[in-house]
Every structure is written in C-alpha cells, then in structure tokens.
C-alpha cells in the first residue's frame, strides 16, 4: 500500500467518525428528550391538571371502579338501559384460533367498515331494528333511532341519543316495577348537552345512568 492510498484511508476513516460522533449524540439526545423526558413531563401535567382523565376517566363507587365513562359496556338485562351495537371481536374460548363477537373487548377497537349499501349491513340492522322494537315492546312499523341498530366506528361509544333512551324507559320501568315517569325524569337528568352548545349530539352515558339507576332503586342482581 503506497503513502496516497493509506492517506485516503485515514481520511476516509476520519470522515465516518465526524459522521458517526453526531449521529450517536443526536440519537440519544432525541431518546431522552421524546422517549423519557417528554412522557414524564406530559403524564405529570395532566396527573396535575386532569387526574381524572390522565386515570381513565374511571367510574368509582365505594373505591371500586365500575368502567370507563369514554369505554361502553354490554348491557343486556331488561332492567337496565342497553347501549348501541358493537362488532368488536376476541379469541373464542373454546377456540382460540377462531375469532368470534365480543361485545366492547376495548383490546380490538374497530368498527364493521361495510358500506351503506352493504346487504349484510342491511340485514344486520333490519334485525337489530326487529330486535330493539321486540325487547321494548314498540310497533312493528316504530321508527327506531339510528344509534339503536348501528355500531360506532370505534365498536366503543359509551352513549346514546336521549331518543334511544327515551324508547328504553317504559321496558326499565317495568322490569324494576316503578313508574314510568320516575325513570323518564332520572334518565332526563342524564342528558349531556352538546359541548360548548355547538360540537357533537346530546346524549347519555348508559353506565353512567345505569348506576344512577341502581343508587335510586337497588337491583337484587349484579350489573349486566
């Protein structure tokens, strides 16, 4: 090896070691700063500012916690008020290679992505629709509030719309042997305005109502 070519080596070696200082030291600048400092920053501020939100937004009682106010629960007892469809799915437990419905499973967040002309979106929501009209007692010719037969987009929506809830009271009423107007006037208190009077739909935390159902008039049974 001649004195050029051992020149050009050297230059070449010294030259990956100015690029390669830099590149380390950003890397672990920028580790530190988004992937520690950041996270620790954030979590701290909002424990300080909105603990309740930075914890879950979790419904406590005695201590206990009962559910999420932003994660809707399968509500099926004709004591209770139901929250809209979810398609969220799981592992069978018989199967567990085989994916079956699993109502609300927060671990599989998705929605059916059938379109609106879909006809096994038409079919589910044309039973569903048959369903909710049976369990409430309405006509078969009752128009059934959009919410009731179709699912959200995250298969998670904790809420309904007042009209849902309103078509639940006289079925609720019954099954607790109370009368009607008293559940109406609870279910009524529950209603959650649109935010800042301008953003989204009013509507009605199910879980939220459902305990407040529960404090009014003890069920014998536990939840669901």
């Not at 559940?183 to 649109?194: C, K, S």
């Amino acid at each position: 090896m001649n004195h050029t070519t051992t020149k050009a080596a050297g230059a070449t070696s010294s030259a990956y070691r100015g690029i390669l200082r830099p590149a380390l030291s950003s890397a672990v600048f920028f580790m530190v700063v988004t992937g520690i400092a950041y996270p620790l920053v954030t979590t701290e501020v909002a424990q300080a500012l909105f603990p309740g939100q930075a914890q879950g937004s979790l419904i406590k009682q005695d201590g206990r916690p009962l559910g999420s106010r932003l994660v809707g629960q399968s509500f099926i007892r004709p004591e209770y008020f139901h929250g809209r469809p979810s398609v969220t799915l799981g592992a069978d437990p018989a199967k567990p290679a085989r994916m079956t419905g699993q109502p609300y499973n927060a671990a599989a967040s998705n929605a059916s992505n059938l379109g609106a002309l879909n006809n096994t979106l038409l079919t589910d929501v044309a039973a569903r629709a048959a369903a909710y009209r049976r369990e409430n007692g309405l006509p078969a010719t009752a128009i059934v509030p959009v919410d009731a037969v179709t699912a959200s987009a995250s298969g998670l929506d904790p809420d309904i719309s007042p009209a849902n809830a309103r078509l639940q009271v006289a079925r609720v009423a019954k099954a607790r042997a109370l009368p009607e107007r008293e559940v109406l006037a609870l279910m009524q208190r529950h209603v959650a305005a649109r935010q800042i009077g301008v953003l989204g739909e009013p509507r009605i935390n199910v879980l939220e109502l459902n305990i407040a159902l529960d404090e009014a008039w003890p069920s014998t049974r536990a939840p669901h």
